[in-house]
């Protein structure tokens, strides 16, 4: 199945879980550190009603709000800026069509903030495109193929296994997020 069929099929935990992950994979660009959505990660385990999703939430933008003036990225401030824009645009509700827009725009946003910290142009763009909808990964870098398979590993995981696919969800995104940080160290000492 591709990435945006499995979006479209996922559940509300699956959604929440996909937007977390790849907000994760994307928190160096934002000055945080590992543990930075630890909290808002606590909260998928149950239904969208249980836990404090909306007060996590709120209380995770305003300490990376805080970090994101300390962020040191080095030649990728449009990659930061979609960053920004997925926390930004989290919903304070986990469960509705806001919560869908708002995991397919962290999927498209997160391969965007690879493909640019990769320096591929138009042509790699208008690849990711036809991966996202056919799977297809044909002419595109090694690390736009990572993080395209680390998004459909979380979804499938969590569509398997519920709430116990998100431990491994979590080790998938710890990897993504060592990737991406190694990547905008070599994007900044290029633009250095």
Do not use: F, N, Y
């Not at 300490?63 to 300390?70: Q, S, V």
Request: charged letters at 30%; hydrophobic letters at 45%.
């Amino acid at each position: 199945m591709s990435l945006e069929e499995l979006i479209a099929q996922a559940d509300e935990r699956g959604l929440a879980v996909s937007g977390v992950a790849c907000l994760d994979r994307c928190v160096p660009l934002l000055g945080g550190d590992d543990e930075a959505l630890r909290p808002l990660w606590g909260t998928l385990a149950g239904g969208p009603s249980d836990g404090d999703w909306g007060e996590v939430l709120r209380q995770t933008r305003e300490k990376l709000d805080a970090a994101a003036g300390e962020a040191a990225v080095g030649g990728a401030d449009e990659a930061a800026e979609l960053a920004r824009g997925m926390l930004a645009t989290a919903p304070l509700d986990r469960s509705g069509t806001a919560l869908r827009q708002w995991a397919d725009r962290c999927s498209a946003d997160a391969l965007r903030i690879h493909l640019l910290l990769d320096g591929g142009g138009d042509a790699a763009a208008t690849g990711l495109t036809a991966a996202r909808r056919e799977g297809r990964t044909d002419g595109l870098s090694p690390l736009l193929v990572a993080e395209l398979r680390r998004q459909t590993a979380v979804l499938e995981l969590v569509a398997a296994h519920g709430a116990a696919g998100l431990r491994s969800a979590l080790e998938v995104s710890t990897e993504g997020r060592r990737v991406l940080r190694a990547a905008v160290s070599r994007r900044s000492r290029r633009d250095a």
